[in-house]
T-cell receptor
Framework: DAGVIQSPRHEVTEMGQEVTLRCKPI?????LFWYRQTMMRGLELLIY????????DSGMPEDRFSAKMPNASFSTLKIQPSEPRDSAVYFC??????????????FGPGTRLTVL | QQQVKQSPQSLIVQKGGISIINCAYE??????FPWYQQFPGKGPALLIA?????SEKKEGRFTISFNKSAKQFSLHIMDSQPGDSATYFC??????????FGAGTILRVKS
């Protein structure tokens, strides 16, 4: 298995532009998570999906952020408009949820976003 | 809200030494305590995990010790090697599959 795939790996954009990050989870996994990592705030959960349905988006910082999962093999995280404070590494992770807490989450390589 | 406090922020250990990282949590609703390891430019990866019904779990050179009454758990890396140099995160998980991460510990093992 190729693992969780994220694209692009690096993104540099200017303030005000729309940014779309993409994620392909591991085949067969039914939970998908978007995280953001910064030096100041560490690893933060932004949103997670179970069976393509958003379950908890309480970590999404503001309305400029949105996430979709149109099918079991694809998810996007969109920032519109982007701001310099959105600069971070964004990780996607997936897991197989069996109903008991503690199923391993497999992380992708991340997308490093720089907003100028 | 910070639900898990991790220390130290950074750690330097000589090759062959023991690395110890500690975490303390506040809420008793958690029932799974994983440790993740992250190398530069990579995503975090599960290293070892423990459930609160045991006090210790060992996998190779890595051991988790868990003190439920004190709400603390720690990671011990025995015979630390330069290849262990990475950032280590403790985490908590309760209902559903939401991970709450500690702030991370940057470990450097000197050869």
């Amino acid at each position: 298995d190729a693992g969780v795939i994220q694209s692009p790996r690096h993104e540099v954009t200017e303030m005000g532009q729309e940014v779309t990050l993409r994620c392909k989870p591991i085949s067969g996994h039914n939970s998908l998570f978007w995280y953001r990592q910064t030096m100041m705030r560490g690893l933060e959960l932004l949103i997670y999906f179970n069976n393509n349905v958003p379950i908890d988006d309480s970590g999404m910082p503001e309305d400029r952020f949105s996430a979709k999962m149109p099918n079991a093999s694809f998810s996007t995280l969109k920032i519109q408009p982007s701001e310099p404070r959105d600069s971070a590494v964004y990780f996607c992770a997936s897991s197989l949820t069996s109903g008991r807490a503690g199923n391993e989450q497999f992380f992708g390589p991340g997308t490093r976003l720089t907003v100028l | 809200q910070q639900q898990v406090k991790q220390s130290p922020q950074s750690l330097i250990v000589q090759k062959g030494g023991i690395s110890i990282i500690n975490c303390a949590y506040e809420n008793t609703a958690f029932d799974y305590f994983p440790w993740y390891q992250q190398f530069p430019g990579k995503g975090p990866a599960l290293l070892i995990a423990i459930r609160p019904d045991v006090s210790e779990k060992k996998e190779g050179r890595f051991t988790i010790s868990f003190n439920k009454s004190a709400k603390q758990f720690s990671l011990h890396i025995m015979d630390s090697q330069p290849g262990d140099s990475a950032t280590y995160f403790c985490a908590l998980i309760g209902d559903g599959n939401k991970l709450v991460f500690g702030a991370g510990t940057i470990l450097r093992v000197k050869s």
